[in-house]
């Protein structure tokens, strides 16, 4: 009980929360990403009906304008109907649940991987370090979201077409994923190049440590700074990647389409006078992408000691 208030009274006046306070963008960028992450997790529970139960759709509340009776039901939407008539408040809230779920899969297993071949050609150096760096250079003078539509192309065709749409998820995460681990190992080989060079890992070294030790409890720890504010940047990457991919086709399949999708679906009818179809997902995902961005530029600044 004592630590619980040292820790909370150490917190409370720490740099990091000091600064938080002192940023009114950041407030309100942490308080965007906690409102529609939460309302993501208890979909259930917060949207009006199941979007996607097609029992209980009804056609004739199709392109149902925002906060408007519809003419035949008498049903009003808060954010209006789609051309299949469902609830657009409930379909964002769903689709926001898939569109977060890639996007931090995505972004764990491109963390995963970068970290792990960074660590390894950073403390390895030679033909390790050589090879796997000659493959990031490579990866990276694609951009991502072309790798991820090849990667998912490849691995659609490889699929029964009886699974596709069963596994089109973990295909979008993997393709995600495998597109953006670049930044993550050359970060983590550039911190990894200096540790291994300190006092810490040479009496490591002399008491008989593996390598395999030394990297995991002794490098690992201190590299873990920048993979933080990385993974933060990278996150608003993969769900625009995600986004793109599904509004292209390739992405999410329409029995659980993301804001992606939905957007998709949108574009159809906006210059038709539905508006309200496009719009509200893609305000949704402006503003999910923008403000984890802006809550990575701070973590960017508040863990660089050079701006102190």
């Known amino acids: 009980m004592i630590s619980e208030k040292r820790f909370l009274r150490r917190f409370q006046e720490s740099d990091f929360l000091y600064d938080f306070k002192r940023s009114p963008v950041t407030i309100v960028s942490f308080a965007v990403v906690v409102v529609l992450f939460l309302l993501a997790v208890f979909a259930e529970l917060v949207a009006p009906t199941n979007p996607f139960d097609v029992g209980s759709l009804n056609l004739m509340n199709g392109f149902t304008p925002p906060m408007q009776p519809n003419a035949f039901t008498g049903e009003v939407f808060p954010l209006g109907a789609d051309n299949q008539g469902r609830d657009l408040l409930s379909a964002i809230i769903f689709g926001l649940r898939v569109s977060l779920f890639v996007g931090l899969t995505a972004v764990i297993l491109a963390m995963v991987l970068g970290v792990s071949l960074g660590l390894l050609a950073g403390y390895r150096g030679g033909w390790v370090d050589a090879l796997i760096m000659r493959a990031a250079d490579i990866q990276v003078t694609f951009p991502s979201i072309l790798i991820a ?91 625009i990647a995600e986004a793109t991919l599904s509004f292209l086709g390739v992405g999410a399949p329409p029995t659980e389409p993301s804001l992606g999708t939905l957007i998709r679906i949108g574009q159809d009818f906006l210059f038709s006078g539905e508006w309200w179809i496009l719009v509200f997902p893609a305000a949704t995902l402006l503003a999910l992408a923008l403000s984890v961005n802006l809550l990575g530029d701070w973590l960017r600044d508040i863990l660089n000691p050079r701006l102190k």
């Open 149 to 239: 539509m090849l990667i998912f192309g490849v691995a659609r065709g490889l699929l029964p077409p009886s699974m596709r749409d069963e596994l089109a998820i973990l295909v979008l995460i993997i393709s995600i994923g495998l597109s953006e681990w670049v930044p993550f190992a050359r970060t983590v080989r550039g911190t990894t190049l200096v540790e291994k060079e300190k006092e810490y890992v040479q009496a490591a070294r002399l008491i008989g440590l593996s390598s395999r030790q030394i990297m995991l409890r002794h490098i690992l720890p201190n590299v873990l700074s920048p993979v933080l504010v990385i993974a933060t940047i990278t996150l608003a990457l993969a769900i």
